[in-house]
């Protein structure tokens, strides 16, 4: 004879099953032709979804009804229990949002809300006579109610229409706060407080990106590639300090009780492990200069760089969420920024697992150096150092960009002490360039102390992690710094007459706006995230850069189409060498009409 626990957890394993068919996934993939999880209304707007699915929708909502309708019916009909109806309820919303077919096919649980089954599962519990008529209709009522507020009390006052994810948790508490005043019996009870649990859990990012400003209101409908004229893209950053965390309002709350030692900093350390990629900001609007438009998605987790490079593992699974997330957003393209960009053999093992184009973004920032060359070169000369009699140290030889920058000043310098890790490759590269420059000496070594008989000194090394340091620098030395994140150890600036000038830095066309700090301060963004932007423009996505090599046809597309666009190239000094002025430049109409303040603090907590 089945116990009755055996009872209900058969009852439970048999409507997980049942919930954990897509049945509204199905539908509308064999009609539409669509991956309906692209289009949630809490990602890209509920317009997005009735446009993308159309009539279709109606259907795909009647089969989720049905999926939370059914295991109750028949859960009732088969078990005279007061708690089959709420068991085979729960197992059908679990069944929905942890889907057992989507873990079994692409390894991991959908990002889906269970609204909709919920429904079905309410409708059918009042139904068979687990909720009586009075708390079925005041709980949906206070649900409705509830739900309604959230939406239409900020349009009051003239600040848009609410939120859906808030509208959803707020209907979800109430009709359990419902369930409890009218004194519904326990099965119901239960299935509320789970219920209610799910929404909150279900919708814990939704709220937080309500609170950094980025989700998007009833009404608003988000850029999708091949529906709208606006292309979307996005970039993964991460803090360089605990600092860095507060630059999210999702975090920022923590700051006086981390200060004030009443949360420890190792909490914040196993947080930044655990947490998912996070949408935390939008870079827009991007309007290029031959008229496209474009957005880009900011997406973080807390991870700081030593727990990137410690836990390579879990990075590389982050970026690779992070892929999933902005799929999920509607971008074709992610770019990884600063440490992330060194992750998975350098993207490699993220685009093997994701389903839009990864790039590390090493190709436009080689092309950058191009502008930079003769600005350094001039900035040298006023220095009072000739060029021609001076030492340059290229740390990062090894790579396609410092070779390129080699081959780039081969006929401006005296000597060019080449600096890498592959003593083979550097006398490769070395022959190729005495053949073609034999007025310059050059020279070879894998020690970076040698640099410091360099006049100049260009870095390019993408190891993650500084390679300058103090000891490997004379005074007065210029460098020009091309790493991101960035090569040269901040204790390098106190040498005394040591001028450091970043590189890959861009000021975007069309005032683009955003609030998180990128630390290039001034309006700027890294030249990596542009990179991400014009393949999503032109969805280059061949072009994308991963691993150690960049074609060099690829740095020279990236060169001309940055131009095209508008993109400008910053290197801190002007065409005459001169250190340059960064003032912002003043938005245009298009950017001024709306958007989150320009960034440009320069805080040095915080990394693309």
Request: aromatic share 6%; charged share 20%; hydrophobic share 45%.
């Amino acid at each position: 004879m089945i116990t009755g626990i055996a009872t209900h957890t058969l009852l439970l394993i048999g409507a997980y099953l049942w919930g954990s068919l897509p049945l509204g996934y199905w539908l509308l993939r064999e009609r539409r032709g669509i991956d309906v999880r692209r289009y949630a209304p809490h990602n890209v707007g509920a317009g997005t979804l009735v446009a993308m699915a159309g009539p279709s929708l109606v259907a795909a909502v009647a089969a989720d009804l049905a999926k939370g309708l059914l295991p109750v019916l028949v859960a009732h009909a088969l078990w005279a229990s007061p708690w089959a109806g709420p068991v085979a309820a729960a197992g059908a919303v679990l069944g929905h949002a942890y889907s057992v077919y989507f873990f079994a096919t692409e390894r991991h649980f959908p990002r889906a809300m269970s609204v909709t089954p919920a429904a079905g599962t309410l409708l059918a519990l009042w139904w068979i006579g687990a909720l009586s008529t009075v708390a079925a209709a005041a709980a949906a009522a206070a649900a409705t109610l509830a739900g309604a507020a959230a939406l239409v009390v900020p349009r009051l006052f003239g600040r848009g229409w609410g939120y859906l994810s808030l509208a959803t948790v707020l209907g979800g508490l109430a009709l359990l706060a419902t369930l409890v005043a009218v004194g519904a019996n326990d099965p119901a009870l239960a299935f509320g407080v789970l219920l209610a649990s799910l929404m909150l859990w279900r919708h814990k990012e939704h709220l937080a990106r309500i609170l950094d400003s980025v989700e998007p209101r009833l009404g608003e409908r988000l850029p999708i590639t091949g529906l709208d004229d606006e292309v979307a893209c996005a970039f993964m950053i991460h803090p360089l300090t605990i600092n860095g965390w507060w630059e999210s309002r999702r975090f920022a709350w923590m700051r006086p009780l981390v200060e004030r030692g009443i949360i420890p900093e190792r909490f914040l350390l196993w947080l930044g492990r655990m947490a998912r990629p996070m949408k935390v900001d939008e870079i827009r609007p991007v309007v290029t200069r031959d008229g496209h438009r474009a957005r880009v998605y900011l997406i973080g987790t807390p991870m700081l760089p030593t727990q990137i490079k410690s836990h390579q593992k879990l990075a590389t699974r982050r970026a690779i969420q992070a892929a999933r997330l902005a799929r999920d957003l509607g971008a074709t393209v992610l770019g990884l920024g600063a440490y992330w960009s060194v992750v998975g053999r350098k993207g490699e093992d993220v685009q093997a697992r994701s389903e839009i184009a990864i790039t590390n973004g090493g190709g436009y920032t080689a092309g950058t150096i191009r502008v930079a060359v003769p600005q350094i070169i001039r900035r040298l000369e006023q220095r009072g150092v000739d060029p021609r009699r001076a030492t340059a140290a290229v740390v990062g030889a090894n790579g396609v960009v410092g070779f390129g920058i080699c081959r780039m000043i081969a006929d401006k310098v005296g000597t060019i002490v080449m600096v890498g890790t592959n003593p083979e490759r550097l006398e490769r590269s070395r022959e190729l360039l005495a053949r073609r420059y034999p007025g310059v000496t050059l020279e070879i070594t894998t020690d970076a102390a040698d640099a410091r008989r360099a006049d100049l000194i260009f870095t390019a090394t993408s190891q993650g992690e500084p390679v300058i340091f103090p000891a490997h620098v004379r005074p007065g030395c210029l460098i020009y710094d091309l790493g991101r994140p960035p090569d040269v150890h901040p204790s390098v600036a106190e040498v005394p007459g040591v001028e450091v000038v970043p590189g890959g830095m861009i000021r975007l066309p069309g005032g683009a706006q955003w609030r998180v700090d990128l630390t290039l301060g001034h309006g700027l963004v890294p030249a990596c995230l542009a990179e991400v932007l014009i393949i999503a423009i032109d969805g280059a996505h061949q072009r994308c850069s991963l691993g150690d090599g960049t074609r060099s046809e690829d740095i020279e597309y990236f060169v001309r189409r940055g131009e095209e666009m508008g993109f400008e190239v910053v290197t801190g000094l002007g065409p005459d060498g001169a250190p340059a002025d960064l003032t912002p430049r003043a938005p245009t109409a298009a950017a001024a009409a709306g958007g989150p303040p320009l960034a440009g603090r320069g805080n040095p907590d915080r990394a693309t």
